[in-house]
């Protein structure tokens, strides 16, 4: 696979300072323009962890997409033959899932983040589950389905209700969620060696954030500042969130693994993968979207340190909270030499982020503080 082209960008530039240490911390970040059904140029077991958003089927800003992968779905859904046309983008996906699972090393997890959909096709409203099709195909494939989170979407449009009104029992329920299914490839990892164990360590999350991130239900999803927040970019990309990225690659990886997104978008799993010393690969079918990746990720040092910053500042206010309500938290983080609840998160460390260049057309390198 070759990397994408440049286009627009012309010689690459460092985003946020020239200073370079030679022991600072580094990861990778590649984005490629290619179709995600084909992931020839990943070698088998060689990523950690996927975070991704396809196109949904039967979404209509996605017909467009789907329709120039494979004409046969233009022609199904001009007919109304909705079924049809649904299988048809599933198989499409399917592709890339059989794919996934080949890059994937044993243990590694797959996020997937997928709405249903409804749709009238000749005249008929009905639902097309999209995550119960992409968890059934998945199954086949040899995932292994972990349980998934319900991400709650904040809508508050007047006319979010649609059928007959007040009047049983012709109404039906609003989609106000989506969903991210977690999947993993065999069994558990393991960290056999120290270096692995220490890594892991260090990725460690705050115990407070264990019990909001490992909910399965997730709501009020912000990023930080424009640059990240993505939010008016969703309604013309379908864009995620940065902090459901962040969640799960915190989550799900450690610092130095790969993280994939094989739909990469405006690339904001590679932003988080960023912010989280993770290294990254994203994959766009749409050679446009290069030059939005190649921007956003050349400016993001300042957003992403302000939401690191953040994330330590909020621990601080539940470790007041703690102490205010009389029960102080008992073991000490030794990098950030706060207080914190357990033994597990004594070593966890959260470096901000010194720079990020464009080292080669389509590659970018961050380093650490
Ligand atoms: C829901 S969006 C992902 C948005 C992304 N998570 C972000 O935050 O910007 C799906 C993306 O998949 C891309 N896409 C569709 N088919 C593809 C394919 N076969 N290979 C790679 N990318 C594809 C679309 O162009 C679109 O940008």
């Known amino acids: ?121 000749d005249g008929s409203f009905r639902l097309y589950p999209n995550h119960a099709r992409v968890l059934q195909a998945c199954a086949a494939l040899g995932w292994r389905s972990l349980p998934a989170i319900l991400w709650r979407k904040p809508t508050n ?53 264990r019990n909001a991130w490992f909910s399965d239900v997730w709501f009020g999803l912000v990023g930080t500042g424009q640059e990240l927040a993505g939010v008016d970019r969703r309604a013309r990309s379908g864009a995620f969130p940065f902090e459901l990225a962040f969640r799960l690659v915190s989550m799900f990886s450690v610092k130095g693994d790969t993280v994939l997104d094989p739909f990469a978008g405006t690339g904001t799993t590679l932003l988080a993968a960023v912010g989280t010393e993770r290294n990254s690969i994203g994959l766009e079918v749409d050679a446009g979207l290069a030059d939005v990746v190649h921007t956003r990720l050349l400016n993001a040092g300042p957003g992403l340190n302000r939401f690191l910053d953040e994330r330590l500042a ?21 990098p950030h030499g706060m207080p914190c609840m357990s033994a597990q998160e004594t070593e966890l460390r959260i470096r901000r982020i010194r720079t990020i260049e464009c080292a080669a057309p389509g590659v970018y390198a961050a380093t650490y503080v």
């Open 1 to 121: 696979m070759r990397p994408a082209r440049p286009g627009r960008r012309g010689a690459c530039r460092n985003g946020s300072g020239n200073r370079r240490t030679v022991d600072a911390p580094r990861t990778r970040h590649e984005f490629r323009t290619a179709d995600a059904r084909d992931l020839g140029g990943l070698a088998d077991g060689s990523v950690h962890l996927v975070v991704t958003s396809p196109p949904y089927p039967m979404i209509e800003m996605w017909d467009e997409c789907f329709g120039a992968l494979d004409p046969s779905i233009g022609s199904a859904l001009a007919e109304g033959r909705g079924d049809d046309a649904f299988e048809a983008m599933h198989r499409m996906l399917d592709r890339v899932w059989r794919e996934l699972h080949r890059v994937l090393a044993d243990g590694g997890i797959a996020c997937i983040n997928v709405g249903d959909a409804t749709r009238t096709l």
């Open 157 to 209: 449009a007047p006319n979010k209700f649609m059928g007959s009104g007040m009047l049983p029992p012709g109404a039906h329920v609003t989609l106000e969620h989506e969903y991210v299914l977690v999947l993993r490839k065999g069994d558990k990892r393991e960290f056999p060696t120290e270096a692995g164990k220490r890594r892991r360590r260090e990725s460690a999350f705050f115990w407070e954030e």
């Open 314 to 334: 909020r621990h601080d206010r539940f470790r007041r909270e703690r102490e205010v309500a009389g029960q102080p938290l008992k073991h000490l983080n030794e």
